[in-house]
């Protein structure tokens, strides 16, 4: 004979289990007769739920948050998945989304874990990728590094593999001439004063933009 909830007031009885049908990976649960909640595959097999299975309210909320624990785990998952992310990056999202501290705690844990967060690997993608789009000097870059949260040293040891002095004044170069061509009608004197901001705002140090200004613009 079934048990019902009436049988005992500190008891809940989980009276039925439905496979969700837009998300299969998903399980409604039904107490007393009515929906309670829903919870992912994970956490159905990991408390084991069945149907005619008594829990307690303490029980409830333990699945109730380890079904939060688990979204919020496969959100930080979906994010990264797009492309590599530093751990302040994954941090912020979650925390745009207004998830529990705690929550986003155990999400960036569990990517660590599965060695998901690496902030070398993301430095480097990020230096690659804003070379190749948009270029700026390794001063910018530092800056930019240190915006999404990559440490010092890390900053320190990567920034080498993408920045010498040759490169580097190539890549002033490049974005010298690009500026020359939209202020090439001005007077000399106000060609090498914007050639030469331009390239400081860039990221250029100064004395790489004043040399890279006077050779081409070299009247």
């Known amino acids: 004979m079934r048990r019902t909830s009436c049988a005992s007031p500190f008891?809940?009885?989980?009276?039925?289990?439905?496979?969700?049908?837009?998300?299969?990976?998903?399980?409604?649960?039904f107490v007393d007769d009515k929906y309670a909640f829903s919870v992912s595959g994970d956490?159905?097999?990991r408390f084991v739920l069945h149907q005619g299975q008594e829990i307690t309210e303490t029980e409830r909320t333990q699945i109730e948050n380890a079904e939060a624990e688990s979204s919020v785990r496969r959100i930080a998952l979906r994010y990264r998945s797009y492309r590599p992310r530093s751990k302040k990056e994954i941090l912020e999202y979650l925390q745009k989304k207004g998830y529990d501290d705690s929550h986003i705690h155990q999400a960036i844990v569990f990517l660590d874990e599965m060695k998901l967060l690496n902030d070398d690997e993301f430095a480097r993608m990020f230096c690659r990728d804003r070379l190749r789009l948009k270029p700026v000097g390794k001063a910018s870059m530092k800056h930019?590094?240190?915006?999404?949260?990559?440490?010092?040293?890390?900053?320190?040891?990567?920034?080498p593999e993408f920045?010498?002095?040759?490169?580097e004044n190539n890549l002033a170069m490049k974005e010298a001439e690009r500026k020359y061509k939209r202020v090439k009608s001005?007077?000399?004197i106000t060609q090498k004063k914007r050639i030469f901001e331009h390239l400081v705002r860039r990221g250029y140090d100064t004395?790489?933009?004043?040399?890279v200004t006077t050779q081409l613009v070299n009247q």
Do not use: A
């Open 43 to 45: 956490v159905y097999v």
């Open 163 to 167: 920045y010498t002095e040759e490169s």
């Open 207 to 211: 004395s790489l933009s004043r040399k």
């Open 11 to 29: 008891f809940m009885l989980i009276t039925k289990i439905e496979q969700q049908k837009k998300n299969k990976t998903r399980f409604s649960i």
């Open 186 to 188: 001005l007077p000399i």
């Open 144 to 159: 930019l590094l240190f915006k999404k949260g990559i440490d010092k040293q890390t900053v320190e040891n990567i920034l």
